[in-house]
């Protein structure tokens, strides 16, 4: 009786998918950049697809085109040199975690990289497309910030260059405009004495949206102890992730051994107004920003005590 | 232009196939190649059933557009092992019990695949991370985690075998 | 024949097709010509259907054809202990959670059908969503099925609970919910049916815990004899309770019988979410009663379970709930009452457990609240406590083997290393 039905398998092939669509993956900046002019908001730009895929499940047939970056090498290359590293913008998360120049110069960019989602999701999950997708959960951003990253923007007509700070406008918002690329991340070399942490509280360990994140990068005066510097940056708090300024003058010019943590995870918290989401209440990220602001300066005082007895 | 021809690699086998720009590599796999050991879970990244190797790197192929993997070479659970002839990570799975309902194990298998290769000797810590993208429901991952550790042993003494 | 297997390792039957990828899961079939369903849900959680327009997807190159209710009157509902689901859900009648069907597009390739259900038009009259079983059981609350909300109600009763409050030295009373929880079997509804013109018979190729229910649900649904639904049972992925119930089986032989070819369906993960069952979200009141020795005397439930907008198998999982309110603790007074109800939430099934992981909740907190009130060590409060061989039951079963409870409490302690309370 099972015989009648042969095999099983055999029908594959009819359930092609039919809407039509055109494809394009140029080898340089400047054809991909002609392409965009040309085709503005109908083309869908595609770098490791690993949030476009999930926003389209289910209507890719609504994409009419597509502009993938996969064959632009130049996208992909991190260089560096006395000043700055440039980090273009489809370097993946496992490029970023696994670079020895970002884990020494940017600790908190690769430890964000190496939180991000699965082995899978970080193969081809990319730095561009972690920015240009502008979630307040976006797990680079905060370190970004931190860091006092720029994005270079390109287009068929000029180029420009913009703080991560000024980037992001709302979730999912930016300033990129529709004929514009993002093509690389420039972050200045950090001072010497500088300290950094970065926390991630979710629900799980891996595959997990940040309920909220925290980068904290500090810099030290030449004597390593009074604060120069300081940028604490959240996500998940608020429709983008952003700088806790006044943070700032409760610590530039300051000695780092007489800080009151308390009193600057108390200002942390006081500083923002989270919402109720699936992922967390406000009075649950509040309670959570503030405690992981003092852990991560007692990860930096750890860091920071034992350079003082060397 | 509707149709799209890509070449690629599977399996150790070249093809060439004509499909439209949208089609995701899960699609193709499943439906054109008849690859169907490749699951879909959820469609979404998360879950890791429709786990593939591609050019060497752990992929969830439900979140690659076929196109992106124009060119490239792709190992599925087909590939791996047949039933005359198993890989020593199934053999592994099957004697410590980790296959129950067997839908996350194609994808479970060849994380562990890419995780030996990449490091043939990893902790505990190393094997939960490198199956950290791929769910199962049935096993509490234990008997996974037994196996990969099973594999370890099996892997190295069959490299020191070939050693001699 | 024993001597063959105990103790022995014995390799599954399926497990070297399910390492290799050779083993066949629904979603793994497929036949020549092949037609792909996609269904239209509803719209709003409590509704009534007014207007179901059809016409910009039936317009969609690609699409075969889009059944909905008014194309099978002698369709009949379906359900696991009450036939209270609709197939599709008619103009005129009610959906009562995001899951109901409306409709069935039919489409050469998954990519059109998808597109269909989008085109598809609907209007409704809302009414008022409850998805809180304390305002269904309101007297004024709207009725989501006809005979009322409370689906079923069921009784317990052992010893004199008046009397086992009063020998109380301690009683604690408090109030405890569990939450929604899907099982999420790692593969999703799927199915493929074929229709066979000649004998009238429909092959599904579709997962079922309970297969020959399951059967005979389809068969009365669509007015058949058993003997014209084949069901084959292909590789399971995952169930855990979900797919007790059904899910794309009666969809698959309309479609089969009125195309005449193959069709397949697949949820969506987000679609076996919504339109499949749950854990039921309890709502426990315990009231317990306890010597100053440490011995319980008195235990009162009072069970909500939330059965959602069906009952699938709601009243056997809420009541069976109840029988374990004292857990594995001896308690000679026992009283409880419970009430499956229904409400616009997605609805509730069979979960591994059966309403006995929501109860464990309440009962092994009440422990602890009891024995730290008490000054007493909660693991011993337990083992004084714990069934042996002769205890009973709530519901006065006597207990005459395998009861495990004391060495298992004594050998988590021991492998946790636990010392005692944390003052």
């Given at each position: 009786m099972e015989a009648s039905f042969g095999d099983l398998k055999k029908g594959q092939k009819n359930c092609q998918r039919t809407v039509p669509c055109q494809y394009f993956a140029p080898q340089k900046i400047e054809e991909a950049l002609e392409i965009l002019s040309k085709y503005g908001k109908e083309i869908k730009i595609i770098a490791g697809g690993t949030d476009l895929l999930v926003q389209y499940y289910d209507r890719l047939y609504e994409v009419s085109a597509w502009l993938d970056l996969?064959?632009?090498?130049?996208?992909k290359e991190i260089k560096i040199d006395q000043n700055q590293i440039e980090i273009g913008a489809m370097s993946t998360h496992t490029q970023l975690e696994s670079s020895a120049d970002i884990k020494r110069y940017y600790p908190i960019l690769s430890q964000a990289a190496s939180d991000i989602g699965s082995p899978q999701i970080r193969n081809r999950g990319t730095i561009g497309g972690n920015i240009v997708n502008a979630?307040?959960?976006?797990?680079?951003l905060p370190a970004l910030i931190a860091y006092r990253a720029q994005f270079k923007l390109v287009s068929h007509k000029e180029e420009s260059i913009v703080s991560a700070e000024d980037f992001f406008l709302g979730p999912k918002k930016t300033i990129l405009k529709f004929e514009q690329l993002l093509s690389k991340i420039i972050i200045p070399i950090p001072e010497q004495n500088t300290y950094s942490s970065w926390i991630k509280i979710g629900k799980r360990k891996a595959l997990m949206v940040a309920t909220v994140s925290l980068a904290l990068v500090l810099s030290m005066a030449e004597d390593n102890k009074i604060i120069q510097e300081v940028k604490v940056c959240l996500g998940s708090v608020a429709s983008t992730p952003f700088e806790i300024m006044e943070i700032r003058e409760k610590m530039i010019g300051r000695q780092f051994k007489q800080l009151d943590f308390n009193e600057l995870g108390q200002l942390v918290e006081d500083r923002i107004s989270p919402i109720d989401d699936i992922r967390g209440t406000k009075g649950y990220r509040q309670e959570v920003t503030k405690n992981i602001m003092i852990n991560a300066l007692e990860k930096i005082q750890e860091t920071w005590g034992q350079s003082q007895n060397d | 232009m509707t149709k799209l021809k890509i070449e690629l690699m599977v399996n150790r086998k070249k093809r060439k196939i004509e499909i439209t720009p949208s089609t995701r590599l899960i699609d193709l796999l499943r439906d054109d190649l008849q690859l169907t050991g490749t699951k879909e879970g959820c469609g979404k990244g998360e879950c890791g059933a429709c786990t593939v190797i591609m050019n060497g790197e752990l992929v969830a192929s439900c979140l690659v557009l076929a196109p992106q993997a124009d060119g490239a070479v792709i190992t599925t659970i087909e590939g791996l092992g047949s039933s005359d002839h198993l890989d020593p990570i199934q053999e592994a799975f099957i004697e410590s019990g980790a296959v129950q309902c067997g839908f996350c194990t194609p994808g479970m298998i060849l994380a562990a695949r890419r995780l030996l290769e990449e490091n043939p000797h990893p902790d505990e810590e190393e094997i939960k991370r490198g199956i950290s993208g791929n769910l199962c429901r049935c096993t509490g991952y234990q008997k996974i985690i037994e196996a990969i550790k099973l594999s370890i042993a099996r892997l190295s003494k069959s490299d020191s075998g070939k050693a001699k | 024949m024993s001597e063959k297997y105990i103790g022995k390792d014995i390799l599954k039957v399926d497990v070297q097709d399910k390492v290799t990828g050779k083993a066949l899961y629904p979603d793994d079939i497929y036949f020549k010509d092949m037609l792909y369903l996609k269904i239209k849900r509803a719209t709003y959680p409590h509704a009534y259907l007014r207007k179901l327009d059809l016409s910009k997807a039936e317009k969609l190159p690609g699409v075969v054809r889009i059944i909905s209710a008014a194309d099978i009157p002698q369709v009949k509902n379906f359900g696991l202990m009450i036939k209270d689901q609709p197939v599709l859900v008619g103009i005129?009648?009610?959906?009562?959670?995001?899951?109901?069907?409306l409709a069935i597009v039919i489409a050469e390739s998954k990519e059109v059908a998808s597109k269909a259900v989008k085109l598809i038009e609907v209007e409704v009259e809302k009414l008022e969503v409850i998805s809180d079983p304390l305002r269904a059981m309101d007297k004024n609350a709207p009725l989501i099925h006809q005979d009322g909300n409370i689906l079923a109600t069921h009784y317990l009763e052992k010893g004199d609970i008046k009397m086992g409050f009063a020998e109380a030295d301690l009683i604690v009373e408090k109030e405890y919910r569990t939450s929604f929880l899907d099982h999420v079997p790692l593969q999703v509804e799927a199915g493929v049916g074929i229709y066979d013109k000649k004998s009238g018979v429909i092959t599904l190729w579709v997962a079922t815990q309970w297969l020959h229910d399951t059967q005979a649900d389809i068969a009365q649904s669509l007015g058949l004899s058993k003997e014209k639904i084949r069901i084959i049972q292909p590789v399971i992925g995952g169930a855990f309770g979900k797919k007790e119930d059904i899910s794309v089986h009666i969809h698959l032989a309309l479609a089969a019988i009125e195309t005449k070819r193959p069709v397949k369906l697949i949820y969506s993960r987000e679609e076996s979410m919504i339109a499949q069952s749950k854990r039921h979200p309890f709502i426990i009141r315990a009231k317990t009663g306890a010597t100053k020795?440490?011995?319980?005397t008195a235990w009162q439930a009072f069970v909500i379970g939330d059965t959602g907008a069906y009952a699938s198998s709601g009243p056997a999982v809420v009541h069976k709930g109840m029988y374990h309110c004292t857990g594995p603790y001896n308690v000679a007074n026992v009283k409880g009452v419970a009430y499956t109800v229904y409400t616009n939430n997605t609805y509730a099934g069979a979960m591994r457990g059966f309403g006995t992981t929501q109860m464990a909740f309440a009962y092994e907190s009440q422990m602890d609240i009891l024995a730290h009130q008490l000054g007493i060590n909660p693991a011993q409060f337990r083992l004084q406590n714990a069934y042996e061989i002769g205890s009973s039951t709530p519901n006065g079963q006597i207990l005459t083997h395998s009861v495990g409870v004391k060495e298992t409490i004594k050998e988590a302690l021991n492998m946790a290393g636990w010392k005692g309370e944390a003052q």
């Open positions: 996969k064959n632009i090498e130049e996208l979630s307040p959960a976006g797990d680079l | - | 005129g009648q009610k959906m009562r959670y995001m899951g109901d069907a020795e440490g011995y319980l």
